[in-house]
């Protein structure tokens, strides 16, 4: 009887995965298909690979998705480290109430975000470029960086903050110390998990970009539009290939 | 208070509200220079309350607290010459034994060489050379101990404080880390303040001993001063173990005065003040002051009541009867196991229970 239901959780745990990673799994599988027509198997190569690395747009757009990433990561590190050690260690009125404001991003849908986001900027007539996209990112992933710090804070026993205090450290030498490095994994963890969606952003990114300012899911996107063609294969292998790395890396520092 | 004697640390009237309840209640007393001096108190007394507020993390709302004379108000922690040996040690689990050490001295910017040679000869003396590379999470218990010792020592403060110093050691290593503190103490000379639950733990290492119950001092006083001679029920039921018996006192001449419980025969007890007289009282006994015996060896003077052996707990180096005195009423009393070897006494059994009439000691109710 146990053995039985073992084997159907097996089976329905083996059919989640084909279904999660099969598709991703053709569109890897196809980028080294030396066909044309992308239905059909006609030996490999790696000639769509050499396709993009000759492809100057994608190199405008790949340095822009890093640059936007990069910043948008590090400002939303910053505030959200901020923000969690507010959160976890200080005694203030109102304190729920900010916690929710900060948290609302990740229950709004994403368009809502977009579309909200682009408003604002033609309010302000701010010009759309690189650095809308930016502050979009920088929205939509501050409050997962805030929930991944705040979950490491609270494993941080505030007994050894006491005991730098006790041992002659000033509040702030307590934090740098002693909290900053116990939460260094988190911080990478979190970090690289931003980096990650920011690469992969496309729908916050759409509404909040301008001339020039393509990024590579954008690119990819575009490039859709005269059809699926094995270079969008090979550039989206290489999309999932990087964030699954960066996501496993990230992962394997949070659980450090 | 001697004026000779250096006092280390004065608590003034020292108040401190958790909510609604006062978890000290104006607090106040003085120890010494190069005292070991403990408080002891069950949990929810105040006592680590009151190490906090002395170790600054946290703030009264009343009172002052003087180390060497100077008041700390205001002052946070790491403006204070004291440290603390915190109950679970907390120790930085990301540094090594050394630089756990040598946190202190470098947060006051003290020069490298001088770090080096003073971590190096606090390790020798908590005898933990070699360890230095060790991460905490790679040392035992006791060795974990000794580097929160440590830590704190090598920052010369004034006082340390102990939380619960051997709280998380077992039996054996306590024992070992209650010889060694003391031989600590004696080499540097620094005042200790601990914190304990644990009666036997403050008799064995303290030089005095502030007994708290409910936020106040109840008693401050040597060990022997606590326990031969408890100003209360509460010190004399906290400190050492005690046989109590409720009742009334009945009447009293020049030597003896005549205590009544109800169900059990008049009772002789010698120390007492002739206001008692008629008043509701609570008597108590410690063991070791009453002996057992098969037949009645009562006489005009000695108390002697005929009870229960109701259990027999054999301990090694005693033996420990719980005899029923009275309706309700249980004691417990000591027996040499070698002594009692042939004559032991087994549950069920009638005895006799018998005691001087000094050592019965008489609280107001």
């Known amino acids: ?256 | 208070m001697n004026p000779e004697e250096n006092l280390c640390v004065q608590i003034l009237e020292l108040t401190k509200r958790h909510g609604d309840t006062l978890a000290v209640d104006r607090l106040s007393l003085e120890v010494k220079e190069n005292e070991f001096f403990s408080i002891l108190g069950p949990s929810g007394s105040g006592k680590t309350t009151t190490l906090r507020l002395i170790a600054g993390l946290l703030q009264p709302d009343h009172g002052d607290i003087l180390v060497n004379g100077q008041s700390m108000s205001g002052l946070p922690p790491n403006q204070r010459p004291v440290n603390t040996v915190f109950q679970d040690y907390a120790l930085f689990p990301h540094l090594t034994v050394w630089n756990n050490i040598a946190f202190g001295l470098r947060m006051q910017g003290v020069a490298s060489i001088d770090i080096a040679t003073r971590v190096g000869d606090v390790l020798d003396m908590v005898k933990l050379p070699g360890k230095a590379d060790r991460l905490p999470s790679e040392l035992s218990g006791g060795e974990q101990q000794r580097v929160a010792l440590a830590r704190a020592l090598v920052n010369r403060p004034a006082v340390i404080l102990l939380d619960e110093p051997l709280g998380a050691l077992d039996q054996q290593l306590r024992q070992a880390m209650q010889r060694e503190l003391k031989v600590i103490q004696a080499q540097v000379g620094v005042t200790f303040i601990c914190v304990t639950h644990h009666q036997s733990e403050a008799l064995l290492l303290s030089d005095r001993i502030a007994v708290m119950n409910e936020g106040r001092v109840m008693q401050i006083g040597t060990p022997e001063e606590l326990y031969a001679q408890p100003q209360s029920v509460f010190v004399a039921k906290f400190v050492g173990q005690s046989n109590v018996l409720e009742g009334e006192v009945v009447a009293g001449d020049d030597r003896f005065s005549v205590f009544q419980s109800p169900g059990i025969k008049p009772l002789h007890i010698s120390r007492m003040s002739q206001e008692m007289v008629g008043a509701r009282a609570m008597m108590i006994l410690r063991p070791e002051h009453t002996a057992l015996s098969r037949e009645s060896q009562c006489d005009d003077i000695e108390n002697c009541l005929e009870v229960l052996i109701e259990q027999v707990f054999y301990l090694g180096e005693e033996m420990q009867y719980a005899i029923n005195v009275g309706p309700q009423i249980s004691w417990t009393v000591r027996g040499d196991p070698q002594h009692d070897r042939a004559t032991r006494f087994s549950p069920g059994e009638k005895a006799f229970v018998h005691w001087k009439p000094e050592h019965g000691m008489i609280f107001p109710q």
């Not at chain 1, 146990?2 to 084909?18: A, D, E, Y």
């Not at chain 1, 910053?78 to 203030?92: D, I």
């Not at chain 1, 509404?207 to 300012?213: E, K, Q, Y």
């Open chain 1, 1 to 256: 009887m146990k053995n039985r239901s073992f084997q159907w959780l097996t089976g329905i745990s083996m059919g989640t995965l084909v279904f999660l990673y099969g598709p991703i799994l053709v569109i890897l599988l196809f980028s080294f298909n030396a066909s044309k027509i992308s239905a059909m198997w006609e030996g490999g190569t790696l000639y769509w690979y050499q396709q993009l690395a000759g492809d100057h747009s994608l190199w405008a757009a790949t340095s822009n998705s890093l640059l936007v990433g990069a910043v948008s990561t590090f400002v939303a590190l910053g505030l959200g480290l901020g923000a969690a050690v507010f959160l976890e260690r200080g005694r203030m009125l109102g304190q729920p109430l900010i916690e929710g404001v900060l948290l609302l991003p990740l229950v709004i849908p994403e368009v809502m975000l977009g579309v909200a986001l682009l408003l604002f900027f033609v309010m302000l007539e701010w010009p759309l470029g690189l650095a809308t996209v930016t502050i979009g990112h920088c929205v939509v992933n501050l409050p997962l960086v805030i929930m991944v710090l705040r979950a490491r804070l609270r494993k941080i026993d505030p007994v050894w903050e006491e005991a730098a205090r006790d041992l002659g450290a000033t509040p702030w030498q307590a934090f740098v110390h002693v909290t900053f490095p116990l939460l260094r994994p988190a911080i990478l963890g979190a970090g690289l998990m931003a980096f990650t969606l920011s690469l992969d952003d496309f729908v916050v990114t759409f509404f909040t970009t301008g001339p020039g300012a393509t990024t590579l899911p954008l690119k990819v996107f575009s490039m859709m539009r005269t059809g699926i063609t094995p270079e969008i294969n090979a550039l989206s292998a290489i999309l999932v290939t990087v964030s699954m790395l960066l996501i496993g890396v990230s992962l394997a520092f949070q659980r450090k």
